[in-house]
């Protein structure tokens, strides 16, 4: 059913698709598909975490999973996490 979402979309125009690792199996599914831009993102990772390998490693993962050589769009969210003492 998703493909034929998607194929109805490509025949209207519709050439910009959004993913994310953290969208189950969306980005096995973009890979049918070919002539698609396809903006993703980072999944959401501890700061420590947040090194240019880790990044590389999962933009790899992702390209892979998409079977395509490149993203039209790569978002990076950092997230801070502050120890607040609220009294």
Request: net charge neutral.
């Amino acid at each position: 059913q998703s493909c034929d979402i998607i194929n109805i979309a490509k025949n209207n125009g519709v050439c910009y698709f959004d993913t994310s690792p953290t969208y189950g199996n969306a980005e096995k599914i973009l890979d049918h598909f070919k002539d698609i831009n396809i903006f993703s993102k980072i999944p959401k990772i501890d700061n420590k975490d947040f090194t240019e390998v880790n990044i590389i490693k999962l933009v790899k993962t992702s390209i892979t999973n998409l079977n395509c050589t490149s993203l039209f769009c790569l978002y990076l969210s950092i997230y801070i996490y502050l120890n607040i003492d609220i009294k």
